[in-house]
């Protein structure tokens, strides 16, 4: 059974990227990103990793693509563009590279020598019980001071979006810092 | 279903990979500049799995602790670079990769 929806989950994960990259429109490359961020988060039940699962269809497979869509619609470029490619080289060259980091990684992946030690940080909870409060305590306390400079990145992002999407005077492109000239 | 070998966090390694691969290899031919957004989140997404999957087979919490920052980093990330996206159209009308040349050499 675990085989069976690992397959399942892997063919929608692996068909949703495809369909990302090879999409013409934008909205359809949205849509299939959903896809495979949801498959993504079964996958991330499978491994016992409950709370980061629901955290990824809150977060992701909702706020960001909400947020990807919206701006779609927003800039209105959700018309078909052609996916020929000006220059020569460039797109074998990726594919030959891309093929090549793939190989590198599944080599890395399947020899156990890079799994290195086991645990330090404290065990998974058990998957009935759920490791909610694992999770919490690890998060709260050894990655406390992490969590701490996610706060201050957040508060940049959120005031360098709003400087960068304010509607300013025309010349002043480089949206450096909240200045209050408005 | 007994005869299915059991899944082991080398398939889920290799999956991530294929995921990673793809993203990088869309990063590198697509011009649009909101597909190549949505191809880092496939890259990020990527390391995330290879992250639980680390963090399942190592019994190991901090695994997934690191995604909750990945996560963190992805949002506000989405955040400024799709508001760099809307400057960008406010002024060009357009936001193919191949225009934006203006730092070029």
């Given at each position: 059974m675990e085989a069976l929806i690992f397959y399942a989950c892997a063919v929608a994960v692996i068909a949703g990227a495809l369909g990302v990259v090879l999409a013409r429109n934008p909205v359809h490359s949205a849509l299939f990103l959903l896809l495979t961020l949801v498959s993504v988060a079964v996958l991330f039940l499978q491994l016992d990793a409950a709370l980061v699962a629901a955290i990824q269809v809150v977060v992701y497979a909702s706020a960001i693509v909400v947020l990807f869509v919206f701006v779609i619609t927003l800039l209105g470029v959700d018309k078909s563009e052609s996916?020929?490619?000006?220059?020569?080289f460039q797109r074998p060259a990726a594919i030959a590279l891309g093929a090549l980091l793939f190989l590198q990684i599944v080599f890395l992946a399947g020899h156990?020598?890079?799994?290195?030690?086991?645990?330090?940080r404290g065990a998974l909870g058990t998957a009935r019980s759920g490791n909610v409060q694992t999770l919490a305590k690890s998060l709260f306390t050894d990655f406390v001071w992490a969590f701490e400079i996610t706060a201050v990145l957040l508060v940049i992002a959120v005031v360098g979006g709003v400087a960068l999407a304010r509607r300013s005077g025309q010349r002043s492109g480089s949206g450096a810092g909240p200045g209050s000239e408005s | 279903m007994t005869a299915v070998a059991s899944v082991t966090p080398t398939y889920y390694l290799t999956l991530a990979a294929a995921l990673f691969t793809i993203g990088g290899v869309g990063l590198l031919v697509r011009r649009n500049t909101l597909v190549m957004f949505m191809c880092i989140e496939l890259m990020l997404n990527a390391a995330n799995l290879t992250f639980v999957t680390f963090a399942k087979a190592l019994n190991d919490i901090s695994g997934q602790v690191i995604v909750f920052f990945t996560l963190v980093v992805a949002a506000a990330e989405v955040a400024v670079g799709l508001a760099i996206i809307v400057a960008i159209f406010r002024r060009r009308q357009d936001v193919t990769a191949d225009d934006l040349n203006a730092l070029e050499g």
């Open positions: 996916l020929e490619e000006p220059s020569l156990h020598w890079v799994t290195g030690s086991h645990s330090a | -």
